[in-house]
């Protein structure tokens, strides 16, 4: 705004007759006033600033969206002043018992009201405005039934619009908007088929989930929420449209309202909707069915995310046992004194680069399963990385960076000599007897064979991955990426013939 005030009507704080807090909009609270000087009642919503909210509004005029009067900007009183809507929020309404008396022609004039606001804002608004944050509680019901659409906090001028950040209400979002992604007008179109929902169901969508579950489950795992089977095949077929995860297959407001013009004219559609609206005993079961459903599989993600974060510790230590190892100082022997005898296996590698050995300990912690909002905290920052980046390394970075920090470049250059295939996958190292090949913990009359961190005993049965770090019951698999110096430690003191 380049001069605040200019654009619309200022009104003073001492003008305004406050009374109860009636609800709270997008950053900030809703009060119902009295504007004193006009001796009208108003709603007024405090803000921390005047920001791009009272600039949308100052250019809107339309039956079903919220009349704006003015702004208050007086520091620290800032305020906007608008229309005053008696009946309430459509969510209040739907959470009523009054709401057990909508019938389908109701249901209708309010789907078309609320279809002809956003398609006003879209395509026949001075400035086109792209509201991001369309659902029930943000649609306020005058006295005489009309509906009108507020709460502008979230909303972009269409023409500034290139990339979103994350905002409105998780249940009501589309998936690109959850994702940050650039958005399009479409994006109201998904939330309006909630809204729909709502109003056919009188059910809170995705009911006991917390807004990170509901993103994961929306973006990841496709999932919409449940259609009864029961309900009319043309109310189904407009959610489902309004639904896709494809922006551009979604209709405009402008076919939405030619969709619900024809619906509206269909003469068998009244007693198919209100059958289905007066028995809802008979499908709310379908909706319970799908959110149970969905709880287990978050409480199996739950159990994932534990899973991960045990074997990423056991991870963690076994690294520590290998450094402490590293650290110790080995006994003399002509073998490893004369360095110049000793070929390496491949050319030792810069301090700055993540050899095999670091690489193939953290690629088995990789997050590709995340928990849900509420469980954790590791579970809700795993979250927002599958969503924003797929699966992603949980832990390899860190890892790496304590390695680093905590051994000198020779060290390190000992922990990375040597790879022991090449390319073709042939062995460079020298032939073995057979005692050799084997394990420490297969040795006869060793005992039991030695336990790894990620849950196997090195008889073969899993693979980490990366760098060639395997165990795979062959002892020249994971002593070929040693240097002699570590051999010397990790074979107990006898150096390899």
């Known amino acids: 705004m380049s001069s605040p005030g200019s654009s619309f009507v200022q009104i003073k704080h001492e003008d305004l007759l406050f009374y109860e807090n009636c609800g709270g909009g997008s950053f900030g609270s809703v009060y119902r006033a009295l504007w004193v000087s006009q001796d009208k009642e108003v709603a ?3 803000l921390l600033k005047i920001d791009k909210e009272a600039e949308i509004l100052s250019v809107l005029s339309h039956k079903n969206i919220i009349q704006f009067y003015g702004a208050v900007l007086e520091s620290p009183n800032y305020g906007i002043v608008t229309e ?3 009946g309430g929020s459509l969510y209040e309404y739907l959470s009523s018992e009054h709401s057990e008396e909508m019938d389908m022609e109701q249901i ?3 789907a078309i009201q609320i279809a002809k606001g956003m398609h006003y804002l879209h395509a026949e608004a001075p400035v086109k405005v792209i509201h991001r944050d369309l659902k029930s509680r943000n649609v306020v019901i005058t006295a005489d039934k009309v509906l009108k659409i507020c709460d502008f906090g979230a909303s972009k001028f269409l023409s500034h619009t290139t990339h979103m950040t994350v905002v409105g209400t998780f249940p009501w979002m589309a998936p690109e908007v ?3 992604l650039p958005v399009s007008e479409t994006c109201d179109t998904y939330s309006y088929g909630v809204v729909l929902w709502e109003m056919l169901t009188r059910e809170v969508p995705f009911k006991g989930f917390e807004g990170l579950q509901v993103a994961w489950l929306v973006v990841e795992k496709q999932e919409r929420l449940t259609i009864p089977s029961s309900c009319p095949a043309s109310f189904a077929e407009l959610m489902k449209k309004c639904w896709q995860a494809d922006p551009k297959e979604r209709p405009p407001f402008k076919q939405v309202l030619v969709t619900l013009e024809t619906m509206a004219n269909d003469s068998r559609l009244p007693d198919q909707c ?10 709310r079961c379908e909706i319970e069915s799908t959110l149970e459903r969905l709880r287990k599989l978050e409480r199996e993600l739950y159990s994932k995310e534990k899973e991960l974060e045990e074997r990423e510790r056991r991870l963690k230590l076994w690294e520590e046992r290998l450094m402490e190892r590293s650290n110790m100082t080995p006994s ?3 073998l490893l004194m004369d360095r110049s005898s000793i070929t390496p296996f491949f050319t030792p590698m810069s301090i700055g680069s993540s050899g095999p050995f670091f690489r193939s300990h953290s690629q088995d912690s990789n997050g590709t399963g995340v928990s849900s909002a509420g469980v954790s905290s590791a579970g809700v920052s795993s979250l927002f990385r599958t969503l924003s980046n797929g699966d992603t390394e949980r832990s390899s970075s860190a890892m790496l960076e304590r390695g680093r920090s905590s051994l000198d470049s020779g060290r390190l250059h000992l922990m990375l000599r040597g790879e022991g295939r090449n390319r073709g996958g042939k062995n460079l190292g020298a032939k073995r007897t057979k005692e050799q090949r084997e394990p420490r913990g297969r040795r006869k009359g060793s005992g039991d064979a030695q336990e ?4 196997g005993s090195g008889d073969g049965e899993e693979d980490v991955g990366g760098g060639g770090w395997r165990q795979r019951g062959d002892a020249e698999e994971q002593s070929d990426h040693y240097s002699p110096r570590v051999l010397w430690r990790i074979w107990g003191g006898r150096p390899r013939k």
Do not use: C, E, R, Y
């Open 108 to 110: 209708m004039t309010w």
């Open 274 to 283: 209100n059958s289905f609206l007066h028995n809802k005993d008979q499908w």
């Open 178 to 180: 959850i994702q940050s």
């Open 44 to 46: 007024v919503k405090k």
């Open 332 to 334: 003399p022997t002509p």
């Open 84 to 86: 005053f809507a008696s």
């Open 452 to 455: 790894l961190p990620w849950g």
